[in-house]
């Protein structure tokens, strides 16, 4: 049987998306969410997991590890329990350096499955993330 999580996990985390971050000391899942941070300045850290589909633990450990780094930095909402992530100048740096490797290594995925497939991809994701509620 093939398993649907773990077929695209092993898409993603293929040696090419591995090796093209591991310069800058930053697993897949960190990647993504400096770019969440970056395109949605103050979000929370819950949204920024159910944007990715991410589990707490590995949104917690991931964000604390960028939050260490200097990359990331979470401000407290006075009055409110929720906290809001940004990008440090330093995160912002980091995300311009890697934004065009990402579009690389993207555009040779797509010239490998196809843009169709990559459609169908995005389309399966789109369900899951809208359905999450009644997957869980």
């Known amino acids: 049987d093939f398993c649907l999580s773990r077929g695209l996990g092993d898409v993603y985390k293929r040696q090419a998306y591995m090796n093209a971050y591991k310069p800058f000391d930053l697993r897949g899942s960190m990647v993504s969410i400096l770019f969440v941070i970056g395109k949605r300045r103050g979000i929370s850290q819950k949204e920024i997991a159910m944007a990715l589909l991410l589990d707490e633990s590995t949104m917690s450990r991931d964000l604390q590890k960028l939050v260490k780094r200097g990359l990331v930095q979470i401000n407290k909402n006075t009055g409110t329990t929720k906290s809001a992530a ?51």
């Open 86 to 136: 940004e990008l440090t100048t330093e995160g912002c740096l980091l995300l311009e350096e890697i934004a065009p490797i990402w579009h690389q290594l993207h555009q040779k995925v797509e010239a490998i499955l196809g843009a169709f497939n990559i459609q169908q991809i995005d389309a399966i994701t789109a369900a899951i993330h809208t359905n999450i509620d009644d997957l869980l």
